[in-house]
């Protein structure tokens, strides 16, 4: 084994034990790291069909084939116009590189999910929201063109105005339609790394929907909820709204991550321990609206300072059930989620409520106008059946269910929710797309 | 623009683009050399972005002897510090019949390196400063059936660069010798390196970085090879014969 010297020129393919971000499923998959675009092209006609792994920050089957090919060694910045923030860099680059670099230049990302580990070319995919849906869209939204190998190794670049269908099924396409190689995005100017944060405690979910309305004008807003509360508190919150602010502060570096160092055993949490984490959390914060002042990190990033915060879950991992209703039928929906969330007991410390914008063109973009709310389950006994309800009155709701956090829904609850999901279909197959990119998750769905 | 450049001489290998990033992160303008230039270009490019600093991208060709000299004296600005990073691997079994083969893996790890760091090196002693990094490697320790062709290339580089430290170190002009071990790169990539004793390009070009602050005679990236190959140098030959190293 010393020195083994054969540099042929089989590419690299090994046996990996992957996952997503939830560790459910978790299976040994073939793993290929692409080095770079000829590369790609050389093996894209030889190897089976595949799906593209970014940083592996889905949570459930998206990104898990039987082939996986990783794009995340491709992290350069090709260009950068520091007068209009426009850049364009590979997509296996991480939305953390771009914001620990260019923050202190005074730019930051339109559009950030709540962790800042994924990829370019993930957060494409998914085409990704984060606390500013309202005002500012998906990631799409910042995007002015894609730069895409197709199925037959050809490459091509794509936008609102250039092969536009191609783009509309790219962006939250889950990478079924090509894989992404290169981004153009903008970046939007700040004058600070600080955000001044409100914080509004609610009382029951009607005060929540108020505070959501009465802040509607706040460029980001979320709000934690604690799922577990039941009768007349049922559905209270903390709001948390944001703005950056203008006080010139930029030197920003990211602080190193506190780890969880091992699976959590599965027992530790239950329903006694996340109702005590929710009351506590609940009853730290002020009375009535606060404000505070913050880094951008903890206002955008707080999990991201727990590395493998997944552990917690134990080693069979857990499932985020992420779904949205019309805003509409929001109230209505939401209420009969929360009364068998907490009838069942099945609660979870990181249940996330947040009011929506208007939904883009995209065929598989989750966000659509109205509420959506996110909550982590650990994998257990009886969770799958008791999910199966909770799609029934999303359903019922005309609501739909987030594929970046999916690894269980059934294909006939799934379609119902997306209705431009035929065009994707065709757009597919007409494309030669359906034969080269499929993941665990497009075979479930049929996609 | 004071003497702030790095030159870095096969530039396509990914410890020396990790070496260029660390150094670019430390304020340096950078010289990424190769005959690929086209590839390069779009790294020189991501570096200037991420560190603010220059990048130039300069064609060159260890094989090409001939051209070293004015290489070397077309930089517009003299480098403070050279890492030589080129190096060929090749197929040992192969090489052990085609001479040809064995004959470019001598040429490019040793006699292009000696060829291009005496130009270096005359420039460096003139001007009494600078240092001057070499990627050796562990095969050059002990010569090895699976790999002694690559391996005493290494050797003999590796006592180049311990006799060039000796010349060198009087004129205020520092040499460090690295021998990283396995390296997860390009060129170990379809071998099955065993974690432990694998270091990332990351991992090689920060201790790069720390043995020319701390003016490093030789080093082993992580630590336990310098242990392993004192064990491999000092098994007594007539076992030694009998392993399958």
């Known amino acids: 084994m ?15 034990r992957l996952s997503g971000w939830g560790g459910y499923p978790k299976l040994i998959l073939d793993l290929i790291n692409i080095r770079n675009e000829k590369h790609l092209k050389k093996i894209i006609p030889s190897i089976g069909n595949f799906i593209t792994r970014g940083n592996g920050r889905s949570y459930g089957d998206s990104s898990l084939s039987s082939i996986c090919v990783s794009n995340i ?81 050809s490459i091509v670049n794509c936008s609102q105005q250039k092969h536009k269908e191609l783009f509309l099924a790219t962006c939250g396409g889950m990478g079924l339609t090509g894989v992404i190689l290169e981004a153009t995005f903008s970046l ?7 955000i001044m944060q409100t914080t509004i405690k609610t009382k029951n979910l009607h005060q929540t929907f108020d505070a959501f309305e009465k802040y509607a004008d706040a460029t980001y807003s979320v709000a934690w909820i604690d799922c577990l509360s039941k009768g007349d508190t049922m559905g209270r919150s903390l709001l948390m709204t ?7 502060d930029l030197d920003y570096s990211s602080k190193k991550a506190v780890s969880v160092p091992f699976n959590f055993p599965s027992i530790m949490l239950n329903y006694f321990s996340v109702k005590l984490f929710n009351a506590l959390y609940y009853f730290k914060a002020k009375q009535g609206v606060s404000h505070q002042n913050v880094g951008l990190d903890s206002f955008f990033f707080p999990l991201d300072s727990i590395d493998s915060w997944n552990r917690i879950y134990g080693r069979n991992g857990f499932v985020q059930y992420q779904f949205i209703l019309p805003k509409k039928e929001s109230l209505e929906g939401l209420t009969k989620i929360l009364e068998k969330i907490s009838d069942m007991g099945l609660g979870s410390f990181l249940a996330v409520l947040k009011l929506y914008g208007k939904e883009n063109e995209n065929y598989l973009s989750f966000p659509m106008e109205g509420y959506s709310l996110a909550l982590d389950f650990k994998i257990q006994k009886g969770l799958f059946d008791f999910l199966k309800e909770l799609d029934q009155i999303v359903l019922e709701y005309n609501g739909r269910i987030y594929l970046a956090k999916d690894s269980r829904v059934g294909k006939s609850v799934f379609e119902k929710g997306y209705p431009n999901i035929e065009r994707f279909r065709e757009f597919r197959k007409s494309q030669g797309m359906k034969e080269k990119f499929t993941s665990l998750q497009s075979e479930r769905l049929g996609l | 623009m004071n003497n702030n450049w790095i030159l870095i001489l096969g530039a396509g290998s990914d410890i020396a683009i990790a070496t260029a990033h ?22 020189a490019r991501n570096i200037e972005i991420r560190h603010e600093v220059n990048v130039d991208v300069i064609y060159f060709d260890a094989l090409d002897y001939e051209s070293h000299k004015e290489f070397y ?14 190096g060929l691997l090749g197929d040992q079994e192969a090489q052990q019949s085609q001479f040809e083969l064995a004959k470019s893996v001598m040429d490019t790890n040793y006699v292009s390196a000696v060829s291009i760091l005496e130009v270096v090196s005359q420039d460096f002693e003139k001007r009494k400063s600078g240092f001057i990094v070499g990627i050796s490697s562990v095969a050059g320790d002990r010569g090895r059936s699976s790999n002694y062709i690559y391996g005493s290339s290494k050797a003999g580089l590796s006592t180049y660069l311990e006799g060039l430290q000796h010349r060198l ?16 790169t390009k060129m170990t990539a379809d071998m099955n390196l065993p974690d432990l004793l694998t270091a ?12 020319v602050e701390k003016k490093k005679n030789v080093i082993y990236v992580k630590s336990v090879w310098f242990f392993i190959m004192v064990l491999i140098k000092n098994i007594p030959k007539f076992i030694f014969k009998k392993t399958s190293l």
């Open chain 1, 2 to 16: 010393w020195f083994p010297i054969s540099l042929s020129l089989v590419d690299l393919m090994s046996k990996s």
């Open chain 1, 73 to 153: 060694q491709n992290n350069k910045i090709l260009e950068f116009d520091n007068k209009t923030g426009v850049i364009r860099c590979e997509s296996g680059i991480l939305l953390s590189e771009i914001i620990e670099i260019f923050v202190p230049r005074g730019w930051f990302l339109k559009v950030t999910p709540g962790t800042k580990l994924v990829t370019v070319g993930g957060a494409i995919a998914s085409d990704v929201h984060g606390k500013n849906h309202h005002k500012d869209g998906c990631f799409s939204t910042s995007l002015i063109q894609i730069r895409l190998m197709l199925s037959d190794g």
């Open chain 1, 188 to 194: 939007k100017s700040i004058l600070s790394q600080n």
């Open chain 1, 242 to 248: 944001g703005e950056f602010s203008d006080d010139g």
């Open chain 2, 22 to 43: 660390k150094y670019a992160q430390n304020g340096c303008s950078i010289y990424l050399c190769s005959r690929n230039i086209k590839e390069l270009k779009k790294e």
């Open chain 2, 73 to 86: 004296n077309d930089l517009p600005v003299k480098p403070k510090g050279v890492l030589l990073a080129f």
């Open chain 2, 169 to 184: 170190c009087k004129s205020n002009v520092h040499v460090l010798i690295v021998k990283p071990g396995f390296v997860a």
């Open chain 2, 200 to 211: 990332k390009p990351d991992e090689v070009s920060s201790a790069i970085y720390k043995g």
